[in-house]
């Protein structure tokens, strides 16, 4: 193209652009009306979006802004998948299928920042998370849903960093060892804070921390190490406190740990999950970190810590372990693929942003083995397609469920 | 030269009141906390969110709000001819300085005390206007990342050349020396938090000029929301019950 030192253009040549871009579109035309040809046998995605810029160019030109047909379908945040035409128009279906479903069997609203909220203000409002008041009104500060409690009137927002709540199941990463404390990186806008005291000792006795715990507080946790609590509360200082006072709790080890978004992640019963089939634990922090382990009996902990620290505590030990020792330490393959296929079903799931459960896990793990997909095959494009299908028929016959 | 032609249209074929085509896109950037690129023309600008999270430098920790921080940079092969400098220029500094006051004035940084957001902002095509491109990108990749704000921040240029008030000037026009306007203002609110002129105006005439990049705010402001909007939507009934 004819540009000019920065790519901008003279009005000529604009005109001219325009020309040859009506042209492109009757040729792109062409080339779309036989989709399937070109779409089974090579992926056409480079000719397809060009076919949208060119409409949304001219759109542009001719003054209509329509944002729905502008917007590019967005599949996914995380993940970049070649999709070929089929699949393209698949997804598609099945995005808008949901939409439907949802504008449906929800009444809720969504807004965005400065969006006024529509409220009584005979019964009294009580003005909650992501509002405020302007001139009388009450104004969303967030992006989020409206969510109605009573008087209540708050925004629950969705791509947002963790709130904590107390009680919350969580997974943390160790980022500092502190003078009777561990810093733990947990999504949330500060570092959460593990006392010492705060925890069961390895040992398993209750007792005062003395000062020779504080020195060995290493072969609890160490710097990275992955560690699963329980939120205990703000601190008057502001600061969040965690506890891990039972057996559940503690480091984990040999697994996977994924981040999600924390709004796909919801709060429920029961957030560890021992899946017998695959011997593999399961727990899903509130936090949207999830993690994906080998399975620990968790009444072995107490020796299994035991031995490991002593292990630690001579070096010598340690060097002098043979080879084998060492193999004998690791995983059995097959639960480490158990591990990955998890894995590899939460990545699939919340790049699609459906929200988080075993159910849906579990059987999104069961549909991959069922059609022999190997384990990277599982973030390929067409097994990303099919769980959207899958996810608009569980949601359908949900709400058919509700109905009947 | 003449930058508006007899018939009334600009050296890129837009009418005086005319704002260039613009486009926005939330979430571009998969490991940050939101973010969004933004263009206006052939101007291209990606905007990345972290936080709030841990402030990393101890002593600049506030008791009470929030610390926010903001870089700006421009990518070397944004502008026509390669750029060689490294970044920390005095331009991108100030723009940083700039970006950063504006999006502090509306985020309610009260809320999220001790800890900090980043805002990074990058040119990628560089044709005039970064500056009022790079604010809006932030606001999106702000109200992306769900962090609370007083109201939404948009950001517009407008100028005179050949006695027109020109709006949403590109760099030809921008480069001529003329009076360059950037306005950034608080939509709802309807205050402004930007104010910056390049160059001299008779002040009725600047009235004038300011009250067009006024409208462009509003325009642009109109859009975002739209696009905000659209992205909740999205989200909500992707992840459903």
């Known amino acids: 193209m004819a540009n000019n030192g920065t790519g901008i253009r003279t009005r000529d040549q604009v005109l001219d652009r325009e020309e040859t871009r009506t042209k492109k579109t009757v040729v792109l035309d062409a080339v779309e009306s036989l989709p399937n040809i070109n779409g089974s046998l090579n992926p056409s995605y480079s000719s397809f979006s060009q076919t949208e810029n060119v409409l949304s160019f001219s759109l542009l030109r001719s003054g209509i802004c329509d944002l729905n047909r502008l917007q590019r379908i967005r599949e996914m945040r995380d993940l970049q998948l ?10 598609r279906k099945a995005l808008q299928q949901l939409q439907e479903l949802a504008s449906k069997a929800s009444t809720s609203a969504s807004v965005t920042v400065t969006d006024t909220i529509p409220v009584n203000h005979e019964d009294g ?22 969510e109605r409690v009573n008087k209540l009137v708050y925004v629950r927002s969705l791509r947002a960093r963790y709130k904590p709540e107390i009680g919350d199941i969580i997974v943390g990463r160790v980022i500092e060892i502190a003078p009777k404390r561990w810093r733990l990186e947990i999504n949330f806008s500060q570092d959460a804070v593990l006392m010492l005291s705060s925890m069961n000792l390895p040992d398993g006795i209750q007792r005062r921390r003395t000062a020779v715990d504080e020195l060995n507080m290493r072969s609890i946790f160490e710097e990275n190490d992955v560690v699963c609590a329980e939120v205990r509360g703000f601190q008057h200082d502001g600061s969040l406190h965690l506890q891990a006072r039972s057996q559940k709790y503690g480091k984990l080890e040999r697994g996977q740990l994924l981040t999600v978004p924390p709004y796909l992640v919801k709060r429920r019963k029961q957030h560890f999950h021992h899946l017998e089939k695959y011997a593999v634990d399961l727990i899903l922090g509130c936090n949207g970190f999830i993690w994906v382990g080998e399975h620990v009996e968790r009444d072995n902990m107490v020796e299994d810590q035991e031995t490991k620290s002593e292990q630690q505590n001579s070096k010598l030990n340690r060097r002098t372990t043979s080879l084998e020792e060492q193999e004998s330490n690791y995983n059995l393959q097959e639960i480490r693929q158990n591990i990955c296929r998890i894995a590899n079903a939460i990545r699939v799931l919340s790049s699609l942003g459906f929200s988080l459960n075993v159910e849906v896990l579990m059987e999104t793990v069961e549909r991959s083995i069922f059609q022999n997909l190997d384990i990277h095959e599982m973030l390929g494009a067409e097994f990303f397609v099919q769980i959207a299908e899958r996810e608009v028929e569980r949601r359908i016959s949900l709400t058919k469920k509700r109905k009947g | 030269m003449e930058y508006v032609s007899p018939e009334g249209l600009r050296l890129d074929g837009r009418r005086p009141m005319e704002m260039r085509q613009i486009r926005a896109e939330i979430g571009a950037v998969s490991n940050a906390d939101g973010s969004a690129v933004f263009e206006m023309g052939n101007t291209k600008v990606i905007a990345a969110v972290y936080g709030p999270r841990e402030v990393q430098n101890r002593s600049q920790q506030i008791n009470d709000q929030a610390l926010v921080r903001c870089e700006y940079s421009m990518a070397n092969f944004s502008t026509g001819d390669r750029m060689r400098k490294p970044k920390g220029d005095r331009r991108s500094t100030e723009i940083s300085l700039v970006i950063r006051q504006t999006m502090e004035a509306c985020i309610l940084t009260h809320l999220m005390p001790r800890s900090q957001i980043d805002i990074f902002v990058q040119v990628l095509q560089a044709d005039g206007g970064t500056r009022s491109a790079c604010i809006n990108a932030a606001t999106l990749a702000l109200a992306d990342a769900g962090i609370p704000m007083r109201d939404i921040v948009t950001s517009c240029s407008a100028g005179f050349l050949n006695s027109t008030p020109l709006l949403d000037l590109n760099y030809v026009e921008d480069s001529a020396g003329g009076p360059d306007v950037t306005v950034g203002i608080l939509t709802k609110l ?52």
């Open chain 2, 190 to 241: 309807d205050k402004v938090t930007l104010l910056q002129m390049d160059s001299k105006l008779p002040m009725d005439i600047f009235e004038n000029v300011m009250q067009l990049a006024i409208e462009g705010c509003k325009a642009i402001a109109n859009y975002i929301r739209e696009v905000m909007l659209e992205n909740t939507k999205e989200l909500e009934y992707r992840r459903g019950i």
């Open chain 1, 125 to 146: 409002v009580l003005k909650g998370h992501g509002t405020s008041e302007l001139d009388g009104e009450v104004v969303a500060t967030l992006c989020g849903v409206v």
């Open chain 1, 82 to 91: 070649p999709l070929n035409q089929t699949q393209k128009i698949r997804l």
